[in-house]
């Protein structure tokens, strides 16, 4: 049984349509062992509302405190458990705000993702890519370096081909050659802090709309292999997922993959500490 360590709700999060009774139902269908919801924490961030994507967290733990059930009595009530989270969305200028966020409220876990890249986000801008994914790729992950090295108080790296999804392309899918220094410099960073490196199954199935067939719409095998080369201990999966019943998106897919390439424990959190589960 999988754990979904990334989903968004309604009204939390500004592009979710989904319920959080939904989300419920829809990961006991699934099956999962669970699943924490991590609303989008978007400060200084407008995109479709005309107001900063960010939720109250007085508000979102009023609400959604008394529907947690941690994984030892969701096993007795044979439920998923349920989990409250966040992804914050990093700006550098956002430091001490995020720090007093994480360090205020009772987050099981916190998803760090770059939505913006120097002042530029590719889900908006549509020149975002024009000097082309050799120089754009490289750049991305190189920044998420730098925001690691910056911010530590996170869990899980969010989508780390994030920017993947808005190349208009049927090459877009991100590879380690794409950038390989880079993925050096972030993976070994990450084994040293003992960080969670993501994978993202919307990314995939975002591949396999922009015409990959299946088998080549999954991660490239070399990335996952160069984190656990350089002692990246933590892996996560994360549907992402933002309509009802999107929970545990290609799940079963995903995780045949990552057997295959010498994965066989995944990990959640549960009030910040890591919970590692054979698959
Ligand atoms: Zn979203
Ligand atoms: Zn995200």
Redesign the pocket.
């Known amino acids: 049984m999988l754990f979904d360590t990334h989903s968004h709700v309604k009204p939390w999060s500004h592009d979710a349509s989904q319920t959080i009774d939904q989300l419920l139902n829809d990961a006991e269908q699934k099956g999962l062992a669970g699943i924490c919801l991590t609303d989008h924490y978007e400060k200084d961030l407008f995109y479709e509302r005309g107001y900063e994507d960010i939720f109250d967290p007085d508000e979102y733990f009023r609400h959604l405190g008394s529907k947690r059930l941690d994984p030892n009595s969701a096993v007795k009530q044979g439920k998923p458990a349920f989990l409250i989270g966040a992804?914050l969305g990093w700006l550098p200028h956002l430091r001490d705000h995020l720090i007093w966020l994480t360090s205020n409220y009772p987050f099981d876990n916190v998803i760090l993702?770059m939505?913006v890249f120097r002042g530029s986000d590719p889900y908006i801008n549509e020149n975002f890519f024009s000097e082309g994914i050799e120089v754009v790729y490289p750049e991305a992950i190189a920044d998420m370096v730098d925001m690691i090295e910056t911010f530590s108080d996170f869990d899980i790296l969010?989508?780390f081909d994030?920017v993947s999804r808005y190349y208009k392309s049927e090459n877009a899918k991100m590879l380690y050659k794409h950038a390989p220094d880079q993925f050096d410099s972030l993976f070994k960073k990450m084994a040293e802090d003992g960080k969670c490196l993501e994978i993202n199954t919307r990314t995939t199935v975002k591949m396999r709309s922009m015409g990959y067939i299946k088998s080549e719409s999954l991660p490239d095998p070399d990335i996952i292999k160069r984190y656990l080369e350089l002692g990246g201990k933590y892996i996560s999966i994360g549907s992402?997922s933002h309509h009802n019943g999107d929970a545990a998106l290609i799940f079963s897919e995903m995780k045949e993959w990552l057997q295959s390439n010498g994965v066989n424990r995944l990990t959640y959190f549960v009030e910040r500490k890591p919970v590692e589960y054979i698959i």
């Open positions: 992804e993702s939505h969010g989508h994030y992402d």
